[in-house]
């Protein structure tokens, strides 16, 4: 696997304690409000297949928007990686507590998200699996720094399909996480979001960017 796909896979695995924060809820919220003859797992299938679905629309134009500014040399790729390596930084001490940096790229992205989300509503109840996705695709935009820090690496993939398929590895990556609360439970779910687990994978985000920055030559 290329290492910037691999890169994204990594980010979403290792971010999925705090994709536990921001989208575990909605998700296990969906298993109690949907209809008894919904089978689980279908539907929380459905669901993911939007939000992974919006998350790979939404890297298709980042990868646009990155290869537009390279090929007309507004930035070079060694600068895309750079800033790229710094906002997963961030995000690693935004995660740990240590700043709050990113909220405000959280609150640009929530006025979006503003507009869309009462439409999401026109899919409740969710009495079959099928209304799962569009509510999905709708809550896939829900502004998080951890799909920001994933879309700035989706910036340097240099086309539109590669951008594509770097939010499509990195939104498998936060599916073991997300199903692992949904489906077992309160303790779980507690596990995750307990200060200890954040402490550990923000560190792990931190090395993370430290190890790329130094890769890419930047020390």
């Given at each position: 696997m290329?290492?910037?796909?691999?890169?994204?896979?990594?980010?979403?695995?290792?971010?999925?304690?705090?994709?536990?924060g921001?989208?575990?809820?909605?998700?296990?919220?969906?298993?109690f409000s949907?209809?008894?003859n919904?089978?689980r797992?279908r539907?929380?299938s459905?669901?993911?297949?939007?939000r992974?679905?919006?998350?790979?629309a939404?890297?298709?134009?980042a990868?646009f928007?990155?290869?537009?500014?390279t090929?007309?040399?507004?930035?070079?790729?060694?600068?895309?990686?750079?800033?790229?390596?710094?906002?997963?930084?961030?995000?690693?001490?935004?995660?740990?507590g240590?700043?709050?940096?990113?909220?405000w790229?959280?609150?640009?992205?929530?006025?979006?998200?503003?507009?869309?989300?009462?439409?999401?509503?026109?899919?409740?109840p969710?009495?079959?699996?099928l209304?799962?996705?569009?509510?999905?695709i709708?809550?896939?935009?829900l502004?998080c720094?951890?799909?920001?820090?994933?879309?700035?690496?989706?910036?340097t993939?240099?086309?539109t399909?590669?951008?594509?398929?770097?939010?499509?590895?990195?939104?498998?990556?936060?599916?073991p996480?997300?199903?692992?609360?949904?489906?077992?439970?309160?303790?779980i779910?507690?596990l995750?979001?307990?200060?200890?687990?954040r402490?550990?994978?923000?560190l792990v985000l931190?090395?993370?960017a430290?190890?790329l920055?130094?890769s890419?030559?930047f020390?």
């Amino acid at each position: 696997m290329d290492s910037i796909y691999l890169t994204a896979l990594l980010i979403g695995l290792a971010g999925g304690v705090h994709c536990v924060g921001m989208c575990g809820g909605i998700a296990s919220s969906l298993l109690f409000s949907a209809k008894p003859n919904v089978g689980r797992y279908r539907l929380l299938s459905a669901y993911n297949f939007g939000r992974i679905f919006s998350y790979t629309a939404a890297g298709a134009l980042a990868g646009f928007s990155g290869s537009v500014l390279t090929s007309n040399h507004m930035l070079s790729s060694n600068i895309l990686m750079l800033l790229s390596s710094l906002i997963l930084l961030l995000l690693g001490l935004y995660i740990g507590g240590l700043t709050q940096t990113l909220t405000w790229l959280e609150r640009l992205g929530g006025h979006f998200f503003g507009l869309i989300k009462p439409y999401s509503t026109r899919f409740l109840p969710l009495d079959n699996a099928l209304k799962a996705i569009p509510y999905g695709i709708i809550w896939g935009w829900l502004p998080c720094g951890l799909v920001y820090s994933a879309l700035a690496w989706a910036m340097t993939s240099g086309s539109t399909l590669n951008g594509a398929l770097v939010m499509f590895c990195f939104g498998i990556g936060t599916l073991p996480a997300l199903f692992a609360t949904s489906m077992s439970g309160q303790f779980i779910y507690d596990l995750f979001k307990h200060p200890i687990s954040r402490k550990i994978i923000a560190l792990v985000l931190i090395i993370s960017a430290l190890l790329l920055l130094f890769s890419a030559g930047f020390h």
